[in-house]
């Protein structure tokens, strides 16, 4: 049921409460431009749901070529271990055996099964190792019906940088440095029936930090330093924040969830986006779509028109669409809009 929209006006506010479906009008910050907003909750079912036998899971540590990767994978598998420990996945209690020291790499586990290591392309898809693949009791540690295991790759880069300064400065007067950290991490997970050799879920997750707030999610606030003083974060504070949003959002695959989205339409010189904006504004999504779409064939470069042609698809419901044009949006532009809806359309965590 479409809830109905209105116009607000004046320097307001949006309304606290989010809307169960629908949009609203309000202005943009700072002018008097109206900006058109939706507002919708829609229910994300489960990605991956573990067979009713699949009760003990054990944790390897991640592989890695280097150190710092070896250390950012245990540091996944530690969170996903006191994570999945400490509160039921999916509806149910996991039993969880952390395997500290014990590394296999998805091509080593199944390779013992019989089975072939193909890379990881986020796909939920079941993968199924030859039906008459042995599986003999070395490849399952601990009695566990399912093991938890992938490569890790981090990568960690410091540099000074100048600091924008608020108002003009004096003639003469230094410019401020910080010092900015970037780091990704990327983690392929999979995790294998022990049994049956069956690869029950398999994710690419990549994470970002950044203490400067410049590229990907924001930073925790405790590491963003002050414009020309301190330092940020310390490396392994960087890898442990790293490693447990790569954990949650892995584990948040298996469990159904309500997605709520509050979002700000891109507007555009064109009269198809704007038209698309209006349509959407009183709800009419698909109508809307239909002037997206339009816009988007008339210019295939239009990333206002992929953006909203995104957005609309997501209030559909049509997910994979909503991550395509999202996608191709953020390639024309570097918009956290963009990189943001991209990640919530293919269930990863939002920022």
Known sequence: MLARSHRKRGAGRLPAAVLSAGAVLALAAGCGRRESVVSFQYNRPAEFRLPAGIKRIAIA???????????WGGAVSDSLTALAGSAPIGGRNWEVV?????????????SRLGGHFQPTTDSSKPQT???????????????????????ANVMVRDEQVAIPPAAPLPRGAATQTAMWRYAVGTADLRMIDMESAEVLA???ITEQFDSLGRVGPPSPAASKPAPGAGEPAPVGEVLHYLAERAARQFLARFAPRRVTVSQALKEGPNQRVQSGNRAASRGE???????????IQADP????????????????????????????AAVLRDDNDYLRLGRRARGELPD
Not at 129 to 151: H, K
Not at 285 to 295: G, I, P
């Open 61 to 71: 540590d991640l592989g890695g070529t280097t150190d710092r990767d070896k250390s």
């Open 98 to 110: 952390r395997l500290a020291g014990f590394q296999r790499s998805p091509r080593g586990i199944l």
């Open 129 to 151: 190792a030859p039906a008459s693949a042995p599986a003999d009791s070395a490849s399952q540690p601990t009695g566990a019906d399912a093991m938890i295991v992938g490569w």
């Open 202 to 204: 398999s994710v690419r």
């Open 285 to 295: 999504y698909a109508k809307a779509l239909k002037r997206y779409q339009d816009a």
């Open 301 to 328: 470069m239009d990333d206002a028109a992929l953006f909203d042609a995104a957005l609309m698809c997501e209030a559909l419901g049509r997910l994979d669409e909503a991550a395509r044009y999202a996608d191709r």
